[in-house]
Antibody, heavy 116, light 110 residues
Framework: VQLVESGGGVVQPGRSLKLSCVDS????????MHWVRQAPGKGLEWVAV????????FYADSVKGRFTISRDNSKRTLYLQMDSLRVEDTAVYHC??????????WGQGTRVTVSS | QSALTQPPSASGSPGQSVIISCTGT?????????VSWYQHHPGKAPKLIIY???KRPSGVPDRFSASKSGNTASLTVSGLHAEDEADYYC??????????FGTGTKVTVL
């Protein structure tokens, strides 16, 4: 199982960025998928989840209304559209696979820096 | 959801043991048998080392063990190896596909 994130970069406050996470090695469409972030010097923070079919989606309060999680099972790809970015969104963003009660496989992460 | 509380650091010499606590509430750790522990080397993908409170994924050494009592979970790393030096995070399912993470503990092998 391998998850590879991409799309990170440096962006100004208020702008947008879209992250991607591509899987290899498992039945992507069978699993719920999450985004989890880690700000510099901080711990892990859960961001969002989508069910295996994309019908059930939940967000952390800190990103609700600004971030959109989605998936394209035909492309084995998970997305995170991040709008109205804030300085406090600066973090490494990891995607992770859910397996009943745990996140069992994670990607290495992609770094997002929000700075003017 | 508030983060689960972990000590910021723990240390031990090679061969010794360290125990890391993780304190939550009845809405997370105390309410579900879905506590996980992750080992994270900076710059790498977090690695699942414990799930369902005490179970080890295939390939994780039995030096890693864990338990839960009430709203507090614990991870024990026995017989410390140099490669165990990393950040450790607990996590608990908290309902409605919500997962809450611990504040993290940096383990140093002296």
């Amino acid at each position: 199982v391998q998850l590879v994130e991409s799309g990170g970069g440096v962006v100004q406050p208020g702008r947008s960025l879209k992250l991607s996470c591509v899987d290899s090695g498992f039945m992507f469409s069978d699993f719920a998928m999450h985004w989890v972030r880690q700000a510099p010097g901080k711990g892990l923070e859960w961001v969002a989840v989508t069910s295996h079919d994309g019908r059930n989606i939940f967000y952390a309060d800190s990103v609700k209304g600004r971030f959109t999680i989605s998936r394209d099972n035909s492309k084995r790809t998970l997305y995170l559209q991040m709008d109205s970015l804030r300085v406090e969104d600066t973090a490494v963003y990891h995607c992770a696979r859910e397996s009943v009660g745990t996140l069992d496989y994670w990607g290495q992460g992609t770094r997002v820096t929000v700075s003017s | 959801q508030s983060a689960l509380t972990q000590p910021p650091s723990a240390s031990g010499s090679p061969g010794q043991s360290v125990i890391i606590s993780c304190t939550g509430t009845s809405s997370d750790i105390g309410g579900y048998a879905y506590v996980s522990w992750y080992q994270h080397h900076p710059g790498k993908a977090p690695k699942l080392i414990i799930y369902d409170v005490y179970k080890r994924p295939s390939g994780v050494p039995d030096r890693f063990s864990a338990s839960k009592s009430g709203n507090t979970a614990s991870l024990t790393v026995s017989g410390l190896h140099a490669e165990d030096e990393a950040d450790y995070y607990c996590s608990s399912y908290a309902g409605n596909s919500d997962y809450v993470f611990g504040t993290g503990t940096k383990v140093t092998v002296l």
